[in-house]
């Protein structure tokens, strides 16, 4: 993808269970936050704003901000068992200080049928975005159910992290479209090869 274009939506997954853990799956397979355009798509995607937000405002000094508080998280979650290491306790004072920013304000406003639609102020500031993902993050860290839910896919190569709500909490995969797909494919053709052996 050329720097600056817009993310295809097939290339942004949503699928995490939370805003800070969908921002985690933006490293796979490759960097995709590679630009305004995907970082513009990956914040209207998750929800962080609502549809026909204006974010022709975030340029590309937006995307260091971003990529920060994603290796931050990834450090909290993926240490949560962890001994508490320097890193850690870095990691976890940047989030509690981005966490303490005012998250963008919604209102509700009449949409064009007369039901109610949440719509911002104004366009979002970077900090003000960055704040309500780190808060997202911190909740999830201080939630002991939402904590022990957390499952990194099962999928060969997929370092992906996901909120596990499935029933019985026995999901493998951050996908089962995806990584589940593929370790199928894969049991499929292991059974063929041993029925023609």
Not at 30 to 40: H, I, M, Q, S, V
Not at 88 to 111: F, H, Q
Not at 141 to 153: G, S, W
């Given at each position: ?37 995907p ?35 990834a ?48 366009p979002?500031a ?18 002991p ?17 996901y ?35």
């Amino acid at each position: 993808m050329a720097l600056g274009t817009a993310a295809a939506p097939y290339e942004l997954r949503f699928d995490a269970g939370r805003i800070c853990l969908d921002l985690l799956a933006t490293t796979h397979p490759g960097e995709r936050l590679d630009g305004p355009g995907p970082l513009r798509a990956w914040i209207t995607g998750s929800g962080l704003v609502p549809a026909g937000t204006p974010l022709a405002h975030a340029d590309p000094g937006w995307l260091p901000g971003f990529r920060e508080l994603r290796g931050h998280v990834a450090e909290l979650v993926r240490g949560r068992n962890a001994a508490r290491t320097r890193s850690y306790d870095l990691a976890l004072a940047r989030v509690n200080e981005l966490a303490g920013g005012t998250p963008p304000a919604p209102r509700a406003v009449s949409g064009e049928d007369g039901s109610l639609v949440r719509e911002l102020a104004g366009p979002p500031a970077c900090a003000a975005l960055l704040s309500a993902v780190a808060r997202d993050a911190v909740e999830l860290l201080t939630d002991p159910a939402a904590r022990a839910a957390i499952r990194e896919c099962e999928g060969d190569n997929c370092p992906l992290v996901y909120l596990d709500t499935s029933r019985g909490r026995r999901r493998r995969w951050c996908s089962s479209e995806v990584c589940g797909n593929r370790e199928r494919v894969a049991r499929h053709r292991r059974r063929a090869a041993l029925a023609r052996a």
